[in-house]
C-alpha cells in the first residue's frame, strides 16, 4: 500500500465477517493499529481486519458525512457497493498503461 495523506474514509472487513467503517488522515497506520488491537473498540475482539475500501475526502468535515451516511446502509448495500467498487478498481488498472521511469540522458 503506498503512503497515503489527507483524510480517507474506509471500509475494513473482521475476521468474523463483520464491516467496520471509519475515517483517519494516516490510512495505513490506522489499519495497522486495528491489527495491533489498538484501533476501535469494535475491532479488537474481531482481529485481523482488511481493508477492503477506501476513498479520499476533500476534508474532515466531508469524510465524517461520508462515514455517516454509509453507516446507515444495510449490509447487503455494502456489499453489492464494494463488489461494484472492486470490479471498477480492477477494469481502471487493466486499461492503464504499464508506467515506465523516465529516461535518463
Known amino acids: 500500500m503506498r503512503s497515503k495523506t489527507g483524510w480517507f474514509v474506509y471500509v475494513l472487513e ?16 490506522r489499519v495497522d493499529a ?10 479488537r475482539s474481531r482481529r485481523p ?8 475526502a476533500r476534508d474532515k468535515s466531508a469524510a ?3 462515514e455517516a451516511a454509509l453507516k446507515k446502509w444495510s ?6 457497493w464494494l463488489a461494484a467498487a472492486a470490479k471498477s478498481t480492477a477494469r481502471r488498472r487493466r486499461q492503464s498503461p504499464a508506467r515506465r521511469p523516465p529516461r535518463r540522458r
Open 75 to 80: 449490509r447487503q448495500q455494502k456489499l453489492s
Open 49 to 56: 481486519v482488511k481493508l477492503r475500501h477506501h476513498e479520499r
Open 34 to 43: 486495528h491489527n495491533r488491537g489498538k484501533g476501535a473498540r469494535y475491532t
Open 14 to 29: 473482521c475476521r468474523d465477517g463483520s464491516l467496520y467503517t471509519g475515517i483517519t488522515n494516516r490510512l495505513e497506520a
Open 64 to 66: 465524517l458525512k461520508r
